[in-house]
């Protein structure tokens, strides 16, 4: 079935460095990929998203690209800030099945000023 | 954006009461919604997913019993959990896509309930 593989955490960061949380799918068919984040005590909210191959989703620095021959949907930032410290999750959504998502396990990213 | 509101935000209880959380789209309609867990530094792991007008569709594992889903309008669905024990709690997410005006395939998810059975 459907997964979504994400790199561990906790990632900790300096304030400004370069920031890689890796994402791997599995999916029959042709699903959407998102990247939600989760501040602390807080429910989740899109970051951005790609719904077809090649397709790059940005938002507030970040960056993924939809990349289908290497079924990846890796998060990019340039330079993170200390308020991006959050939990990172990536999801893939099914069209097949009423748009069930599918969620990795998260990272958690620290950035110390 | 679209807004999905849950309610309440926290709630603790004793062990053996029920305890209901709704789950409202504010500016959408959704005949899907879905109901989601997450567990202490864990991902989120789908418990079921609501229909309007008609039973809910439980995920392998998850207590049909435990865990009761009603779906009465396009914009609201409520999750029971009955009889709560401590081992129940936990932060409960819904979500829901606007069915009828398309925006893309984007989930809107509630704030979330974090449930504390004492």
């Known amino acids: 079935g459907d997964s979504v593989t994400q790199m561990e955490g906790p990632v900790t960061l300096s304030e400004e460095a370069f920031l890689t949380i890796n994402c791997t799918y599995t999916?029959?068919?042709?699903?959407?990929l998102f990247w939600y984040v989760q501040y602390p005590g807080e429910g989740l909210q899109l970051l951005l998203k790609?719904?077809?191959?090649?397709d790059k989703g940005s938002n507030k620095g970040f960056e993924a690209t939809y990349r289908k021959e290497t079924t990846s949907f890796h998060l990019e930032k340039g330079s993170v800030q200390v308020s991006d410290s959050a939990v990172y999750f990536c999801?893939?959504?099914?069209?097949?099945?009423?748009?069930?998502?599918?969620f990795g396990s998260g990272t958690k990213l620290n950035v110390k000023p | 954006g679209a807004v999905v509101s849950q309610h309440p935000s926290r709630v603790i209880c004793k062990s053996g009461t029920s305890v209901k959380i709704e789950c409202r789209s504010l500016?959408?309609?959704?005949?899907?919604m879905f109901w989601y867990r997450q567990f202490p530094k864990q991902s989120l792991m789908l418990m079921a997913t609501s229909n309007e007008g008609s039973k809910a569709t439980y995920e392998q594992g998850v207590e049909k019993d435990k865990f009761l889903i009603n779906h009465a309008s396009l914009t609201l669905s409520t999750l029971t959990v009955t009889s709560a024990h401590p081992e129940d709690s936990s932060f409960y997410i819904c979500?829901?896509?606007?069915?009828?005006?398309?925006?893309?395939?984007?989930?809107?998810f509630g704030q979330g309930t974090r449930l504390t059975v004492v």
């Open positions: 999801a893939l959504s099914d069209p097949r099945n009423f748009n069930k998502f599918y």
């Open positions: 999916a029959t068919g042709y699903p959407s």
């Open positions: 790609a719904t077809k191959a090649d």
């Open positions: 979500s829901a896509r606007d069915t009828f005006n398309y925006r893309g395939t984007e989930a809107f």
């Open positions: 500016d959408f309609q959704a005949t899907t």
